[in-house]
């Protein structure tokens, strides 16, 4: 109860910060913002993985047709500065010509629309009822206290949408939060949740936000 305390804390102050934050954004002078245009141009070489529009047909790589911005953005440079690692994705992001080049791709792959995906029947009520209200008695938080009821994620918190993403490529990513194998989350706050849930628990939350709509 105190683990699920803590993670729930967590959350809600990072979207409290995020709230306040964002009117200061909106107040600020007008950034650097990608071109979509531009970033289909770049894309050609992400298309074999990721597919031409971003939703990918390998369930290991991930859909990211949809996703916000802010967070493509973060996670290519945190594949640039080896924050994140991954065999394929690393040394594709560090190809990347340059700074600009990253916001065109997030500008042109938050354009396009996710192809939602079905789920395995036999596992949304157990995936539902994590993803909503977590488990009280083994400290998992609720995913929608993150990612939304609808799972479109916090573009502002970078927190990413996950409604149709492939239930394997979520559950791969699971894992590798709790074994530390991916760090890069903000807080600790995936680390925190994913190390105390089951691979039963995974599996079913995975395939329920796969056809979450």
């Known amino acids: 109860m105190k683990k699920l305390m803590k993670f729930s804390l967590v959350a809600f102050v990072l979207l409290a910060s995020v709230g306040v934050n964002g009117l200061a954004m909106a107040n600020e002078?007008?950034?650097?913002?990608?071109?979509?245009?531009?970033?289909?141009?770049?894309?050609?070489?992400?298309?074999?993985?990721?597919?031409?529009?971003?939703?990918?047909?390998?369930?290991?790589?991930p859909k990211i047709a949809g996703q916000g911005d802010a967070y493509i953005i973060k996670q290519l440079n945190d594949f640039r500065s080896d924050s994140r690692a991954e065999a394929t994705m690393t040394p594709m992001a560090k190809a990347i010509a340059s700074d600009e080049d990253v916001l065109h791709l997030a500008a042109f792959y938050s354009s396009q629309k996710t192809k939602l995906?079905?789920?395995?029947?036999?596992?949304?009520?157990?995936?539902?009822?994590?993803?909503?209200?977590?488990?009280?008695?083994?400290?998992?938080?609720a995913c929608s206290a993150c990612h939304g009821p609808t799972g479109?994620?916090?573009?502002?918190?970078?927190?990413?949408?996950?409604?149709?993403?492939?239930?394997?490529?979520?559950?791969?990513?699971?894992?590798?939060?709790?074994?530390?194998?991916?760090?890069?989350?903000?807080?600790?706050?995936?680390?925190?949740?994913?190390?105390n849930m089951t691979e039963e628990e995974m599996e079913a939350v995975a395939e329920y936000i796969s056809g979450l709509r």
């Open 29 to 61: 002078p007008t950034k650097v913002i990608g071109d979509a245009a531009k970033g289909k141009a770049v894309s050609a070489v992400c298309t074999a993985c990721h597919g031409a529009d971003g939703n990918s047909a390998n369930p290991v790589w």
């Open 117 to 141: 995906g079905t789920a395995n029947k036999d596992k949304v009520a157990l995936g539902e009822a994590i993803y909503r209200g977590g488990n009280l008695a083994t400290g998992v938080a």
């Open 152 to 195: 479109s994620g916090n573009v502002a918190a970078k927190f990413p949408q996950v409604a149709g993403q492939h239930a394997q490529y979520t559950v791969i990513q699971l894992k590798a939060f709790k074994a530390g194998k991916r760090n890069n989350d903000v807080g600790e706050i995936m680390r925190g949740v994913a190390k």
